[in-house]
């Protein structure tokens, strides 16, 4: 069991470079979220899911694209790299949305700077 | 939108003694979640202690304890006997009972680093 898996942990683009990150959970949880965390900032949630073939925008999804085709699959895109999205990428999930019981499990996180 | 203040940046603690981290959080909901997270340098997210709105009492994980003030809307962290294994950046969040726009998405304060001294 390995919970939640990022894929890569770092990367460096040039800016306008394309790149996907993969996250992938093996709890067969249903919601699954993006988040970002900044220098001196809490995380920030970028887009989130709370189904296959489903995905939302967060609080900061602009130059962001996701996609969620498997359960146990969300990939987060960025089309054309820029130098604010240098930031760690979170992947988290969770088995239902509500209820007492739905802590959110994370995956290590993935840096990327974007030169 | 909520909104989750940790007004520490820095805190310092000598090993085996107490320290307490401050949170205050802003929200018209009756119904939600409080969390502290610990993201060691490592940079995982390690879920701490959780407090469910509707429940008055503290909660507690060994020698993590939580204050829950609802009325004034203050989620202190206590961390007894500190160790130096629990240096580490610590994040209060917050979790809407329901629905959003934002899903069940966490809120996180900036975070505190937590320094343990020998």
């Known amino acids: 069991n390995a919970g939640v898996t990022q894929t890569p942990k770092f990367r460096v683009l040039k800016t306008g470079q394309s790149m996907t990150l993969l996250c992938a959970q093996d709890?067969?949880?249903?919601?699954m979220y993006w988040y970002r965390q900044d220098p001196g900032m809490g995380l920030r949630l970028i887009h989130y899911s709370v189904g296959e073939g489903t995905t939302a925008k967060g609080e900061v999804p602009d130059g962001y694209n996701v996609s969620r085709l498997k359960k146990q699959n969300f990939l987060l895109g960025l089309e054309s790299a820029a130098p604010s999205q240098t930031s760690v990428y979170f992947c988290?999930?969770?088995?239902?949305?509500?209820?007492?019981?739905?802590?959110?499990?994370f995956g290590p996180g993935t840096r990327l700077t974007v030169l | 939108a909520q909104t989750v203040t940790q007004s520490q940046p820095e805190m310092s603690v000598q090993e085996a003694e107490t320290v307490t981290l401050s949170c205050t959080y802003d929200t018209s909901e009756s119904d939600y979640y409080l969390f502290w997270y610990k993201q060691p340098p490592s940079r995982q997210m390690i879920l701490v202690i959780r407090q469910e709105a509707y429940k008055q009492q503290n909660a507690t994980e060994n020698r993590f304890s939580v204050n829950f003030q609802k009325a004034a809307k203050s989620f202190s962290l206590k961390i007894s006997d500190s160790q130096l294994g629990d240096a580490a950046m610590y994040f209060c969040?917050?979790?809407?009972?329901?629905?959003?726009?934002?899903?069940?998405?966490?809120?996180f304060g900036k975070g505190t680093s937590l320094l343990v001294t020998p």
């Open positions: 988290a999930s969770s088995l239902y949305g509500r209820g007492q019981n739905n802590e959110q499990f």
């Open positions: 709890m067969n949880h249903e919601y």
């Open positions: 969040a917050y979790r809407r009972g329901r629905s959003s726009n934002s899903g069940y998405a966490l809120n």
